[in-house]
Structure formats: structure tokens, C-alpha cells
Nanobody, 126 residues
């Protein structure tokens, strides 16, 4: 069983930055890790992921110029850097983990992930 605990969310003005963290109870390198988000009134969507074995990353195309994902295996922590934030980035951000070695085309499917954190709220407004 893997437990995921997100932190780092909050309120920020447009153009600002936040860094989200996801602390894992287990060894993060053993899992494919990802961030999803759910804007108010909308479905959950993929943001970014780090593959289990290679550590290669994938960020949603529309976000890759502003968001970055990485993990620190020594700290068992996954990170998401959010830059140049916009009001449309307002959402609950969730950390997810899968024991599967997912291929790139499968990373965005939330059904691929067995473990989920409780989410952290990010609000972007002036």
C-alpha cells in the first residue's frame, strides 16, 4: 500500500508560481507517478507524469511551457512546479501512483493509477 500526501497549494495571483509536493510512504522510484487536476465543475485531467523505471517525464502539451515535474527518489517525493499561473489553472491537484510501468500513451489515463492523494487546492485569482 502506498500513501500519497500532497502539499504546497494555495492562493496565488495570475503570473505567480507555486511548487506542489507529493510525499510518498513508499519508495517513489518503484512507481509511475503523476499529477492530475480537477477544475471546479469539470472532469479530472492529466497534468504530468514521471515514468517508473526511466524517470522520463511527460507534461500535457498545453502546459509544458509553464509546468515541470520531477521526483526526488532520496526523499520519496514528487514535485510539480507551476509557473506563470492563470485563473484557468485553478483546480484541486492530485498526486497519483501506479505500480505499472506505463508507456507514454497510457500515462494520461487516470484509470491506470491505483493510488491517489487527497488533493491540494490551487486558486489563481486577483
Amino acid at each position: 500500500q502506498v500513501q500519497l500526501v500532497e502539499s504546497g497549494g494555495g492562493w496565488v495571483q495570475p503570473g505567480g508560481s507555486l511548487r506542489l509536493s507529493c510525499a510518498t510512504s513508499g519508495r517513489a522510484y518503484g512507481y509511475t507517478m503523476a499529477w492530475f487536476r480537477q477544475p471546479p465543475g469539470k472532469v479530472r485531467e492529466f497534468v504530468a507524469a514521471v515514468k517508473r523505471s526511466s524517470g522520463s517525464t511527460s507534461v500535457k502539451n498545453t502546459l509544458k511551457d509553464r509546468f515541470a515535474i520531477w521526483r526526488d527518489n532520496a526523499k520519496n517525493t514528487l514535485y510539480l512546479q507551476l509557473n506563470s499561473l492563470k485563473p484557468d489553472d485553478t483546480a484541486v491537484y492530485y498526486c497519483a501512483a501506479s505500480h505499472r510501468g506505463l508507456i507514454t500513451s497510457s500515462l494520461a489515463g487516470d484509470e491506470q493509477y491505483e493510488y491517489w492523494g487527497q488533493g491540494t487546492q490551487v486558486t489563481v485569482s486577483s
